[in-house]
């Protein structure tokens, strides 16, 4: 029984795989909005019932390999920071860690520029962060970061920095710069 169970999984990690590399290479060749989702489907050999019933949001989650439910992350990231690691050391970390930071080079940087200029995929990317306010803004007070609408403030300008680094030539340093501006200008 544990061998099925054991197949059934690797198979549905290679669904997913086939559907995101599918959907990945016709983006890139053919640009977002030109590409349906039957396509993609018959691209990577599946029913489009398999291709919906793996990626329910369609197009738009088929570009992203990796979906989370991002606010329970970062507030798992600030919770289980190193004791020596302040709050905002951990959201910077836990940023750095997701699209569109990290190591450079090849298809990773086509899919970049697809996401930064498909209006639709932007505007998902940027959703990510920003439906975190609540949540972030909770957390830092938690942490007695600061209080009141300053935290509220403070949570909303971190959650747009990503938005705003990923559309220069070094995210990762823009972020970082980023960051030091906003401890210095909060104070913090």
């Known amino acids: 029984m544990a061998t099925s169970g054991g197949l059934r999984e690797r198979k549905r990690i290679q669904t997913k795989q086939a559907l ?26 599946v029913a489009l019932t398999t291709l919906f019933k793996y990626y329910p949001g369609g197009k738009v989650a088929l570009v992203f390999d990796r979906e989370e439910d991002r606010e329970a992350e970062l507030v798992r990231a600030i919770e289980q920071r190193p004791d020596d690691t302040d709050p905002l050391d951990a959201v910077e970390a836990f940023m750095v ?9 090849g298809q990773r940087e086509d899919l970049l520029a697809l996401i930064f200029s498909t209006p639709q995929l932007r505007a998902h ?63 913090l």
């Open 20 to 45: 995101h590399a599918a959907a990945t290479k016709l983006f890139l060749e053919r640009g977002f909005d030109q590409v349906t989702v039957a396509e993609i489907a018959e691209e990577a050999n």
């Open 97 to 105: 860690s997701r699209l569109p930071f990290g190591e450079e080079g």
């Open 125 to 187: 990317v940027r959703q990510k962060w920003t439906d975190c306010e609540d949540a972030l803004a909770a957390e830092l007070s938690k942490h007695e970061v600061l209080a009141g609408p300053s935290v509220r403030a403070l949570a909303r300008f971190i959650l747009e920095s990503p938005d705003i680094a990923a559309r220069e030539s070094s995210p990762s340093a823009t972020l970082q710069t980023i960051f030091a501006n906003l401890r210095r200008g909060w104070g």
